[in-house]
């Protein structure tokens, strides 16, 4: 089985992500969560759901081993909590650069996004897993011009475009720009703020507890996930990770969507890493121009 749905799904999914694109774009969550539903073939869900809490796996970050929990715990829901996650966010947005894995499991798809950005460009490279069937695509974004190459059913279920124009644009780069009706969900989380947006806890926001992962300090707290389309009606809940306790920096977010009548259980998780090491993204020699394919020729 691949990645195609059939029209009806697929005019469900684009009117679903057109009415959350006019207000946020598709984030590296939602974009996990899209391409969940594009790839298993659940049709209600793509303005919906992100994680809650699981707990840090050495596998997934490197020198992230065996942890021990600190009995000392701050008191639940306090501001000192809330205000310990602004300034991580805070001290993550200044940084230079950064690099992210990203995770998300649900209904027999995996769907891993590695990214490196810095303040005003960045790369990432997508991969759906279903079976043995794959689909791959890379995006990039340099300044405010978007770049993207991959398979055609990674173009269908990563950028939107029809079937028709997703084969087109196969294999070769394909230039974006803010004109286009897809340039804010393709340039999503090519840049350090765009990533450190996607960190934050909703209230109420509980914990502080001090936790040692591999002989490092980390500082775990857990809140609600509210926004990028996701509303409390989902009950979706996240855990971030924080380390360094005189320049905090988050360096997880994890969570799990609980199931629903008409979706699956999805487990969803972002790694942060490498901070300050330089990113440099060069612009493809050559590119196609997305209008060029979803425009229609004039015949005269």
Not at 2 to 7: L, Q
Not at 92 to 101: I, M, N
Not at 261 to 286: K, N
Request: positive net charge.
């Amino acid at each position: 089985m691949g990645f195609r749905v059939d029209s009806k799904l697929r005019r469900s999914y684009r009117e679903r992500v057109l009415a959350c694109s006019r207000r946020y774009p598709l984030s590296v969550r939602k974009l996990g969560i899209a391409l969940w539903v594009l790839a298993a073939g659940i049709g209600a869900t793509a303005c919906s759901g992100t994680p809650s809490g699981i707990v840090l796996p050495s596998s997934t970050s490197p020198g992230l081993g065996t942890s021990t929990t600190s009995p000392r715990v701050r008191p639940a829901g306090t501001p000192a909590v809330t205000q310990m996650m602004k300034t991580a966010l805070r001290q993550g947005d200044s940084q230079p650069s950064l690099h992210y894995v990203s995770t998300s499991t649900g209904g027999g798809v995996t769907t891993t996004i590695v990214g490196d950005v810095n303040q005003t460009a960045g790369m990432q490279t997508i991969l759906l897993s279903r079976g043995k069937t794959k689909a791959r695509i890379v995006i990039e974004l340099v300044g405010h011009e978007a770049y993207f190459r991959g398979s055609a059913a990674a173009v269908e279920s990563a950028i939107g475009l029809t079937v028709p124009e997703s084969a087109a644009a196969a294999g070769q780069w394909i230039s974006v720009v803010p004109s286009d009706s897809v340039y804010q969900s393709t340039a999503a989380a090519l840049t350090v703020r765009s990533v450190i947006s996607e960190m934050a806890l909703a209230p109420p926001i509980t914990g502080g507890r001090k936790t040692v992962v591999g002989g490092r300090t980390v500082i775990q707290m857990s809140g609600s996930w509210v926004g990028n389309g996701i509303t409390q009606k989902e009950h979706a809940t996240a855990n971030l990770y924080i380390a360094g306790l005189v320049t905090p920096l988050p360096i997880r977010f994890s969570g799990v969507a609980p199931p629903t009548a008409t979706s699956s259980r999805f487990v969803d998780s972002m790694v942060l890493s490498r901070w300050g090491e330089p990113v440099h993204v060069v612009a493809p020699a050559s590119s196609v121009p997305l209008a060029t394919i979803t425009q229609p020729t004039t015949v005269v």
